[in-house]
C-alpha cells in the first residue's frame, strides 16, 4: 500500500505571495491532519479535515487555510507569505477520525520564503 | 495547552549500547505515540501506545505507557548505526483530538 505523498517537496518563494500544498492520504485514509515544522518550534498541529469539513484547527492565524476532497485528498493553502512560514510542512493520514489516532507521515514540503 | 517534556534532548552513544528516552506530560494521556524522522523526511510511527501500564516492543524498540499516565518511555537495545536519527513522542488527552508533540531527543550512534 503505498504512503502519504506530498507534492511539491521543494518550494521557494517570495513575501507576500500565496502557495498552495497537496496531501494524498493513504488509500481508505479519511482523516488528513497538517502540520509546520520548524527547528524553533517544533511540529505544531495547524488543522485536521474529515469527511471534507474541518475537525479541528490549531492556533495559526487566518492566513492558512485547507480544504479536502471527496477522495480524502487534501491541499492547504498560505496567502501573503512571510519569512516566518519558511518551514516544513507536513500532512500526515489516519484511517478515520473517532477511531485510530495513529497517524502516518508524508515526506513534507519545504518551503522557503525569501 | 497541554506540554509534553521529551529528554534528553541529545544523546550520543557507541554502537551495540542501550538507549532510552522519555517524555512526561502535565496532563494525564490516553494515548502515546513514537516517532522516529531522518534528515528531509516525514516522522515514521514506530510504537502506538493505548493503556496505562502497557509495554509494545518492534524489533529492538521497547515502548511503554507509564502507570501514571503522564508519561511514556522509549528504549531501544543494541544500537546500530541506521537507529541514528530524531526521535518524538506524540501524545493524546481527554477528548482532545490533536496530538501534542515533544521536543524531540537527537540520537548519534558512534561507530
Known amino acids: 500500500k503505498a504512503g502519504v505523498t506530498q507534492t511539491p517537496r521543494y518550494l521557494i518563494k517570495t513575501r507576500g505571495q500565496q502557495v498552495t500544498l497537496s496531501c494524498s492520504p493513504i488509500s481508505g485514509h479519511r482523516s488528513v491532519s497538517w502540520y509546520q515544522q520548524t527547528p524553533g518550534q517544533g511540529l505544531q498541529f495547524l488543522f485536521e479535515y474529515f469527511s471534507e469539513t474541518q475537525r479541528n484547527k490549531g492556533n495559526f492565524p487566518g492566513r492558512f487555510s485547507g480544504r479536502q476532497f471527496s477522495n480524502s485528498r487534501s491541499e492547504m493553502n498560505v496567502s501573503t507569505l512571510e519569512l516566518g512560514d519558511s518551514a516544513l510542512y507536513l500532512c500526515a493520514s489516519s484511517l478515520d477520525y473517532g477511531g485510530s489516532y495513529e497517524q502516518y507521515f508524508g515526506p513534507g514540503t519545504r518551503l522557503t520564503v525569501t | 495547552g497541554q506540554q509534553l517534556n521529551q529528554s534528553p534532548q541529545s544523546m550520543f552513544i557507541q554502537e551495540g549500547e542501550d538507549v532510552s528516552m522519555n517524555c512526561t506530560s502535565s496532563s494525564i494521556f490516553n494515548t502515546w505515540l513514537w516517532y522516529k524522522q531522518d534528515p528531509g523526511e516525514g516522522p515514521v510511527l514506530l510504537i502506538a501506545?493505548?493503556?496505562?501500564?502497557e509495554l509494545t516492543s518492534n524489533g529492538r524498540l521497547t515502548a511503554q505507557f507509564g502507570i501514571t499516565r503522564k508519561d511514556s518511555f522509549l528504549n531501544i537495545s543494541a544500537s546500530i548505526p541506521s537507529d541514528v536519527g530524531i526521535y518524538f513522542c506524540a501524545g493524546r488527552s481527554g477528548s482532545a483530538r490533536q496530538l501534542t508533540f515533544g521536543s524531540g531527543t537527537q540520537l548519534t550512534v558512534l561507530p
Open positions: 501506545l493505548y493503556k496505562a501500564g
